[in-house]
């Protein structure tokens, strides 16, 4: 089968009752756009800004593939008035804007059209003259087509000021920020009388607000030395506003409708009112100790292993001795904080003295959490160990050595939560850059027909402090090793 306009390269050997071993694939996306902008100002006063958009992306829905984005921004630089008298502050300017942009990132192109997978049937076929099945091959429908699938939405409004002090010798920049994302394109579940798992659609409103706060600073300036300092702040929140439009009643306890909520996504683990990186999952509380066997062998588990919070005990299991087995369900999870860090500082500062210069750096992320399982000990079970030998040194509990902390060796959750994971506070503060360089004095490099020579040496990820004192297990930020590296270097400009 040739290629044509229709088909082109993708997916030819359908076209093959006998499937050769060949594949194909061709893709095509197009996209367009158009951008009007007009600008004002008056007297270096007044700036006034606006623009309107259009775009086009061949991967929406034949219904929606374009969209209009429109932004407007004004500024008054309060400084250049005539009543404003102040001389400490050089330079002050107030900033509005609002603005909107579009979202075009799909996995695939070809999201918004059905797809055609190959198949062959086990007992789809006929028997030839010599009896052997001769298979029949096949085509499946494998996703829903959405001709309504269209561009997901951002909104911004931010307000700022921008200072400056003493010739500018001190500035800074502060924003506040509301950034509601709209219509995402999401992947809603579908029931399974469809045939479907899903199918991709606009869904849902995301809400991110917060402030930026960003100083720098001339510390000290003269003719042998100088020291500059850079300070960053921000601080978000991020909170899901709206999911599939989908309400419930909300019932009192004689079963009255008292209200509506709308529906959460438990499977995706998306609640109205939370943000999308909230940890809902189970608490542990702790570890069995020798003393509490009895009290663990309820849960079906033995000292050392993890103590896991039962919340609700309405749906526990009532045993004929009229002892109860505890059972776990989502009525027993808990929210336990996010993923994401709700707070970013960085400081940088810069020292020259003479021909020396030095430098360091040091950032912070602080407010996020994670569950992590090592605790449990599973050796068998964690792709940081080979063979069973440790990646790392590992505490373990056991009769010589109890502890709150860790689990005996490949410790066990209550039946029906197998491996808990730990809550663990991922905050942490890092040292990440030090540098110290030395220019060499002009004179002596022009004895070696050098412009300039510069010797230097850098320290990366010098140090780091956790605030959660329990996490050892690698590094606090990304999870995995973080070497530190030295660097020694020499620049000669000719």
């Known amino acids: 089968m040739l290629p044509s306009d229709a088909l082109g390269y993708h997916e030819t050997y359908y076209g093959d009752k006998n499937r050769s071993s060949y594949d194909s694939n061709d893709v095509k996306e197009t996209a367009d756009g158009l951008l009007g902008r007009l600008f004002y100002s008056y007297d270096d006063r007044y700036m006034l800004t606006t623009s309107i958009r259009r775009d086009g992306y061949s991967a929406f829905g034949t219904s929606n593939p374009r969209a209009n984005?429109?932004?407007?921004?004004?500024?008054?630089t309060f400084t250049n008035e005539k009543f404003f008298k102040w001389k400490p502050l050089n330079n002050g300017k107030l900033r509005l804007s609002w603005g909107q942009n579009g979202n075009r990132q799909l996995d695939?192109?070809?999201?918004a059209l059905a797809n055609l997978g190959a198949g062959v049937g086990a007992t789809m076929g006929y028997l030839d003259n010599s009896g052997n099945l001769i298979q029949y091959r096949y085509l499946t429908v494998g996703r829903l087509a959405n001709p309504d699938l269209h561009w997901e939405k951002t909104e911004s409004f931010n307000a700022g000021l921008d200072l400056g002090f003493f010739n500018d010798r001190l500035t800074a920049t502060m924003d506040y920020y509301i950034t509601p994302t709209v219509d995402m394109i999401m992947n809603r579940s579908l029931p399974g009388f469809t045939g479907f798992g899903s199918i991709t659609t606009n869904l849902g409103k995301v809400e991110n607000k917060g402030f930026e706060i960003s100083l720098n600073s001339l510390n000290i300036?003269?003719?042998?030395?100088?020291?500059?300092?850079?300070?960053?702040?921000?601080?978000y929140k991020n909170t899901i506003k709206h999911l599939y439009y989908v309400?419930?009643?909300?019932?009192?306890?004689?079963?009255?409708?008292?209200?509506t909520k709308e529906r959460d996504d438990i499977g995706n683990g998306w609640f109205i009112g939370q943000p999308i990186s909230?940890?809902?999952?189970?608490?542990?509380?702790?570890?069995?100790?020798?003393?509490?066997?009895?009290?663990?062998?309820?849960?079906?588990?033995?000292?050392?292993?993890?103590?896991?919070?039962?919340n609700f005990t309405g749906d526990d299991i009532v045993n004929a001795n009229g002892t109860t087995t505890p059972v776990y369900n989502d009525n027993d999870k808990e929210f336990l904080g996010q993923t994401a860090p709700p707070i970013l500082w960085s400081m940088r500062n810069d020292f020259t003295y003479k021909a020396f210069n030095f430098s360091f750096n040091m950032y912070s992320y602080w407010g996020h959490k994670s569950l992590s399982g090592a605790y449990l000990n599973q050796d068998n079970g964690t792709s940081l160990v080979t063979n069973l030998a440790n990646a790392y040194q590992k505490e373990y509990w056991t009769l010589e050595n109890p502890s709150n902390e860790f689990a005996r060796l490949d410790a066990k959750g209550p039946s029906g939560v197998n491996s808990p994971g730990r809550l663990f506070d991922r905050s942490f503060i890092r040292l990440e850059n030090v540098t110290l360089g030395y220019t060499v004095p002009q004179k002596w490099a022009s004895t070696l027909a050098l412009e300039k020579v510069k010797l230097y040496a850098t320290v990366r990820n010098v140090a780091v402090w956790a605030k959660d004192k329990n996490w050892d297990y690698w590094d606090i930020e990304t999870g995995g090793l973080a070497p530190r590296i030295y660097t020694f270097g020499l620049n000669v400009t000719f």
């Open 69 to 76: 984005f429109f932004s407007t921004a004004f500024a008054w």
């Open 221 to 235: 300036k003269n003719s042998n030395f100088s020291w500059s300092t850079t300070i960053g702040f921000s601080k």
């Open 278 to 310: 909230a940890i809902w999952n189970y608490r542990v509380t702790g570890i069995w100790q020798a003393n509490e066997a009895a009290e663990a062998a309820r849960y079906n588990q033995r000292p050392g292993d993890p103590k896991v919070a039962n």
């Open 108 to 111: 695939d192109p070809y999201l």
């Open 247 to 259: 309400y419930d009643n909300v019932l009192d306890a004689q079963g009255n409708v008292t209200g």
